[in-house]
Nanobody, 116 residues
Framework: QVQLVESGGGLVQPGGSLRLSCAASGVDFSRTRMGWYRQGSGKRRELVAAIFSGGGTTYPDSVRGRFTISRDNAKNMIFLQMNSLKSEDTAVYYC??????????WGQGMQVTVSS
């Protein structure tokens, strides 16, 4: 059974930083494309970062240069370092295993709020 457990969300001021973590179990982690999505209020869910089994990464323009995704295959974890946060980054953030695949699995989601 696949489980994705997220942590690290919360409230941060504009310009601040936050680090999200996701612990995965039940997947062939080192071979799995992992990622982070987010969904703001009234918006569609969007991919904010993906990391491939070989370590390559991809980001949309909206977060490139501010967000960094990484993975630790020994611990079956991924991380999202978010810097220079803006109010528009406020959303529920989801960990994803199998980015782009029809049987991709999701974490439960956690709130990130950027506000003064």
């Amino acid at each position: 059974q696949v489980q994705l457990v997220e942590s690290g969300g919360g409230l941060v001021q504009p310009g601040g930083s936050l680090r999200l973590s996701c612990a995965a179990s039940g997947v062939d982690f080192s071979r799995t494309r992992m990622g982070w999505y987010r969904q703001g209020s009234g918006k569609r869910r969007e991919l904010v970062a993906a990391i491939f089994s070989g370590g390559g990464t991809t980001y949309p323009d909206s977060v490139r240069g501010r967000f960094t995704i990484s993975r630790d295959n020994a611990k079956n974890m991924i991380f999202l370092q978010m810097n220079s946060l803006k109010s528009e980054d406020t959303a529920v953030y989801y960990c994803n295993a199998g980015v782009g695949e029809p049987d991709a699995r999701w974490g439960q989601g956690m709130q990130v709020t950027v506000s003064s």
